[in-house]
């Protein structure tokens, strides 16, 4: 979702030169949304435990078999686990509970651990996620075993398939694409496997011949024969399990810290606009692309795509550390005729069935897997506020992204109001419209029938969110978001958070563009939202004071084409509402061209924006053309480390249904 930017805050920029605790959590989650999970399903977890700073594993889980959820937020499992920490295999039995909001969006009991908490997002009738919160590198997958067991005969077709395996050493991870056609008579067809191992960033092509599977109470065996070696990436035999559509399937081995993930593929040339609204998605991979270091990430989250360009989220943890972080970002992309592409991060996608799955795959120095479902369409009678509509108003950074204190928030429904107002000096209610987040009522600038800008209270102190808005007397449903201390989004034009920064030279408060570029050792002035709580405090929907300034709290950074920013102000722009400024001091050495701007805080990382720089070093110099490698904007993904940040990250453990 894009928002239109606003214009008069823009237009009172040049302005700004001259006059220049955690509560404890009583917010409910929205569980409305658990009937989405109802009857017997096929899982499987693989847990990845990092046990030192090269990345190397000290332990490894595989949790695999049926998991029933009631409807009403209980759950019953009975599984396998495979764990390298004991010996063979072991029968798993638990019972445990989970919550999930109306879209789709909610968390269960960690089954794999017996401890914590597993985050994700179920679309499709089907459950991706991730303990991110609990400092484990995990990837979960559930979907329905559906009342008819698929058999040999019944499988059939052609599927894509991802998979990555991490058995403990760096130096044999590796990962794979590949095509199987199971024939409906217990043959795979041949199976020519792409991969990579371990560090090297080479190409390793495998031709399986002879691979076979075979059905055994809805589950079936592959077996694709062989060892794992330098020259192979797929080996042995792995479990696999169909979802009732046959759209999906996925596994691993019995005894192997590997998933995989298949989508059944087009049958021919992908229709126009594939890859277009919303996706849930969940990974993981192992980045070795910088030397004698390899950063381990697992995440959930959601990304926008447009016709050109995705804006994503990531609830990321990286195996360094035990907290997680929100990463944003965005990332042009061109889909080639056989439905697939390339990100920035070293992800190869491929589409199938019909554009609602997309499955990749890391290449070279990255290995690992991603899984994206297409998001439901979200719509109610009355006053609706779409559930998946809670969107940072700078970046249009999904709702699984966390909301902050002093968030520019856009809202998106139907009959949110009756006609459009505008209101610069931001009241609580405007229009006949009110929006309260947990109980507090938040300053509007625009209300109109399906979208509402407004400001989040800087009491939210809360671990949820929780959003409601009134509109001539009807109160709409309840959205509930996560919180997090820090959610920054750069304002661009164009508006939507890909594009130009909104960004002031201080020398002569003119505007940055590209024919009027920045230049190396000269300050900026950018403008952006979510920096979270400041000092001295302001009351909601008030100018930021100018005499003194009000400065952010949290501990931030910024970077531009992957170097480091001398930052001399983070804090609310003076004499305006709702808008926060960083004041930056582009680096000498930055390249000429249009160069990412990354923010980073104690537990948030956004990478959408540019800055058009002149005078620089030589560099490519053509808008959004992506870096050979894309190497500053990967290097970007593995700075969250907290020391670099400030103070620790707040937990979502703390969660009441």
Known sequence: MRHHIFPALLLLLPLLFQAQAQ????????????????????????????????????????????????????????????????????????????????????????????????????????????????????????????????????????????????????????????????????????????????????????????????????????????????QTVIAGNRNLYVSPDGNLIFGGSPAGADMFVGVRALSGPPPPGIFSNLYYQAGVDLDQSQPNVASLHSYFGALNATADSTIAHQRLLSGFESNAYDYTYSDPFTLDADATYDDFLGLHYVFGAGGVIRIGFGTETLQGINIALKAPNFSGSGVFLNPAGVVNAASSAPFTAGVSPGLFLSLYGSNLAQSTSVDGTFPTSLGGVQVMINNRPAPLYVVSPSLITAVVPFG??????????????????????????????????????????????????????????????????????????????????????????????????????GKTVNVSFAGLAPTLVGLYQMNLQIPATVRSGDRYLDIAGPDSYNSEAVIPISGGAVGVTAPFVKEAMSSSRRHGRNLLRRPAHGQPAPSRRRLTQ
């Open 23 to 230: 509560s404890q959590d009583t917010i409910p989650w929205d569980n409305s949304g658990n009937s989405q999970l109802n009857g017997v399903y096929n899982f499987r977890q693989t847990v990845w435990i990092v046990g030192d700073n090269a990345g190397n594993l000290s332990r490894t889980v595989a949790l695999y078999g049926t998991i029933t959820f009631d409807g009403n937020g209980n759950y019953s499992l009975n599984a396998t686990v495979s764990d390298s920490t004991a010996t063979g295999l072991q029968s798993h039995s638990l019972s445990g509970s989970y919550s999930i909001s109306a879209s789709g969006l909610g968390y269960m009991n960690n089954p794999a651990l017996d401890k914590g908490t597993v985050f994700g997002m179920v679309s499709q009738g089907v459950f991706i996620g991730s303990s991110t919160e609990d400092g484990i590198n995990d990837i979960f997958v559930a979907a329905p075993a559906g009342a008819t067991p698929p058999t040999t005969s019944s499988f059939r077709g052609s599927y894509w398939v991802a998979e990555f395996n991490f058995p403990t050493s760096t130096a044999q991870a590796r990962d794979a694409l590949f095509r199987i056609n199971p024939d409906g008579q217990g043959s795979l067809g041949t199976i020519n496997a792409t991969g990579y191992i371990g560090n090297s960033g080479t190409r390793i092509s495998q031709t399986v011949n002879g691979a076979l599977y075979s059905f055994q109470n809805g589950v079936a065996t592959l077996s694709y024969g062989g060892d794992l070696n330098n």
């Open 460 to 561: 939210t102190s809360e671990s949820v969110a929780a959003i409601e808005v009134t509109s001539n007397g009807q109160k709409s449903n309840t959205v509930t978001v996560f919180t997090t201390l820090t959610s920054p989004g750069v304002f661009t034009k164009p508006p939507g958070g890909i594009g130009y920064a909104a960004a002031l030279h201080t020398t002569d408060f003119s505007e940055v563009t590209p024919l009027n570029p920045a230049k190396p050792g000269e300050t900026l002035a950018v403008f952006l939202t979510g920096l979270g709580s400041v000092s001295p405090a302001v009351a909601d929907g008030t100018p930021g004071p100018a005499n003194p300034t009000s400065s952010a709290v949290a501990s931030l950074a910024a970077y531009l084409d």
